[in-house]
Nanobody
Framework: QVQLVESGGGLVQAGGSLRLSCVAS????????MGWFRQAPGKERDFVAA????????NYAPSVKGRFTISRDLAENTVFLQMNSLKLEDTAVYYC????????????????WGQGTQVTVSS
């Protein structure tokens, strides 16, 4: 099972930017689809973005499309989430996910989850 470690969360003002990183433990990372989910207090974990193993296809939740960008660096076993124009409603714990199936990952059924990193957007 791929081990995932997120970093880059923190406190930012509305309108600001953050970049999250997720490092995977295995070289087979290159064959996995990768994604980001988030969970706000009292709410369910929601899909944010995903990228296929080839890196040539991405998907975004409507609420973040145009503001967030997912990318990956195969050489560094790392996936990124660049978050721009942050809003108060983006406040959540952000989780990295990895899965052999891009479809199942986007449904919230990946093979591995990271431990999460807190993103707090203030007014």
């Amino acid at each position: 099972q791929v081990q995932l470690v997120e970093s880059g969360g923190g406190l930012v003002q509305a309108g600001g930017s953050l970049r999250l990183s997720c490092v995977a433990s295995e070289r087979t990372f290159s064959t996995y689809a990768m994604g980001w989910f988030r969970q706000a207090p009292g709410k369910e974990r929601d899909f944010v973005a995903a990228i296929k193993w080839s890196g040539d296809s991405t998907n975004y939740a409507p609420s973040v499309k145009g503001r967030f960008t997912i990318s990956r660096d195969l050489a560094e076993n790392t996936v990124f989430l660049q978050m721009n124009s942050l809003k108060l409603e983006d406040t959540a714990v952000y989780y990295c996910a990895a899965g052999r199936s891009d479809y199942r990952l986007r449904l919230g059924e990946p093979d591995s989850w990271g431990q999460g990193t807190q993103v707090t957007v203030s007014s």
